[in-house]
């Protein structure tokens, strides 16, 4: 199997950029910018541990959940989840992150790049409420890189297509659960019950 190692043999199939594509990356918002995260429901949030693992998260709310603090910060509520952590506890041992926003039916993203903290004040946390709850914490980015992503891949994938799209598929937490052991049928059953409640209740 042919394998690609050197910076030299990957631009040899892929190519350079124009040099003024590179102009579109920018080191805080400008209008285009704050405009989209105002309409975005969703992003996703990557981060590394500290030996270099990475993780992805979605993130998402009502449009605009992200706060907008300043031209180079953002502001990201956590609400209730499955409590594992991953990408929280990733952000104390290495803050660099990275985002894309997701806006439906538009296919181009926005990426965003920098550094996150958490932050747990009380204050802070209640301006983020939602449904009645406030956020567990933020995480606040400084923003270090800001650029539009171009719409090939969705509109390769034909994303938001509703035409195009297969029947949905269900997923049994459960049954993942059990694989590893541990759940019989009946416990599968109540586990994804439990889970499908929650999806009604405790967003």
């Known amino acids: 199997m042919a394998g690609i190692e050197t910076t030299e043999r990957l631009r040899e199939l892929i190519g350079t950029p124009n040099e003024l594509v590179r102009l579109k990356i920018h080191r805080q918002l400008n209008a285009a910018a704050r405009e989209f995260i105002a309409r975005a429901p969703m992003l996703l949030l990557a981060t590394c541990g500290k030996e270099g693992e990475p993780q992805l998260s979605p993130k998402g709310d009502a449009p605009g959940f992200v706060q907008i603090e300043d031209d180079r910060t953002l502001v990201i509520p956590e609400r209730k989840g499955n409590k594992l952590a991953f990408s929280l506890e990733n952000i104390l041992n290495n803050p660099q992150v990275a985002l894309i926003f997701l806006v439906p039916g538009t296919c181009e993203t926005l990426r965003i790049e920098g550094r996150a903290q958490l932050d747990d004040d009380a204050a802070l ?3 983020f409420s939602a ?9 606040r980015v400084e923003i270090e890189a800001v650029y539009f992503h171009c719409a090939k891949a969705f509109l390769r ?3 938001w297509k509703p035409e195009t799209w297969p029947d949905t598929i269900s ?12 759940l019989d049928n009946q416990q599968i059953d109540e586990f994804d019950a439990a889970v499908r409640s929650r999806y009604r209740t405790d967003l």
């Open 171 to 182: 997923v049994s937490f459960g049954k993942e659960i059990a694989q590893g052991g541990g």
């Open 125 to 127: 946390c209640q301006k």
């Open 157 to 159: 994938a034909e994303l």
């Open 131 to 139: 449904r009645g709850s406030p956020a567990l914490l933020v995480t």
